[in-house]
């Protein structure tokens, strides 16, 4: 398949830019198994799902990624960063007049540097005097996604979190999971069906266009995942018991599948490029919570090889006629593979 096969229409005002009144009041487009589609709200879910399901949440928490700053020389410099390697390290997107050689200091906040060690790819390797997280603490900002285009402020910092975020390191939320309240968790809860976490770190790589026509020649940007060996005895337990693995966001499901490459679940953790596509064999996910993704991106061609290409074509055609609203503070779809 080409790139402009996944390209819709999409009205500028259908795109959210700013989160529901309450968390948990969307809309939500639920696709079942049987064909069809239907118009609920999110707050149906618990009547969509069933005891005996397992719902796989990503636990990664947003960190405040972009910092500002200046060069030895003075010039501005804005560094994003990618991922943390350990305590002072960390990889990142760095744009600026001129590109920081090795060896030069970048300054944030007017108390924090970082020396750039090497450049990767499109990446640069910056060491920081201070631990990361503490300075991204103190100097970073909230890298909200560039359609969103609001300056990100208190709301955001709450709302662009899931409920259930704990480990820190991603630069963009896993946003089929802002839909849930702890309300809504313990509801599911009291009716049998259970809840287990997993560890994808998004990447700024999530943001990034596809840039060719023929699929075949787009490289995915690597994120780092790890599923614990207390979720991998609950899927495991769910199957064959009969439920359904219901995986809450794209990057539920990729780090899901990505530990299944080499047979079931026998890689729980590491880095994954994995790159669906329509034509993939799915091995462990049954169900899908997911927003709605942008045209001609890796996630809508994701949800198609989920759900059906034609299947995913019409329901989005659906959901702009009924005005749904789009991306990461947008509505969600529950989407049932056959």
Known sequence: MQLSDFDYFLPDHLIAQFPPAERGGSRLLHLPMQGGMADRQFADLPSLLRAGDLLVLNDTRVIKARLLGQKDSGGQVEAMVERVLNEHEALAMVRASKSPKPGSWLHFGG????????????????????????????????????????????????????????????????????????????????????????????????????????????????????IPAETQAAIRRTREQGGRIVAVGTTSLRALEASCQHGDMAEPEGDTDIFITPGYEFRLVDALITNFHLPKSTLLMLVSAFAGYERMRLAYAHAVREEYRFFSYGDAMLLERR
């Open 111 to 226: 108390t924090w540097r970082a020396e750039m060690l090497a450049r990767q790819g499109e990446f640069f390797h910056l060491r920081f005097e201070q631990p990361v997280l503490t300075v991204l603490d103190a100097a970073g900002a909230l890298p909200l996604p560039p359609y969103i285009e609001h300056t990100p402020d208190g709301a955001d910092a709450e709302r662009y979190q899931t409920v259930f975020a704990r480990e820190p390191g991603a630069v963009a939320a896993p946003t089929a999971g802002l839909h849930f309240t702890d309300a809504m968790l313990a509801a599911l809860a009291g009716q049998g069906v259970a809840h287990a976490r997993l560890t994808l770190h998004v990447g700024a790589g999530t943001f990034q266009p596809v840039r060719v026509e023929n699929l075949a020649e787009h490289r995915m940007h690597h994120e780092r995942y790890s």
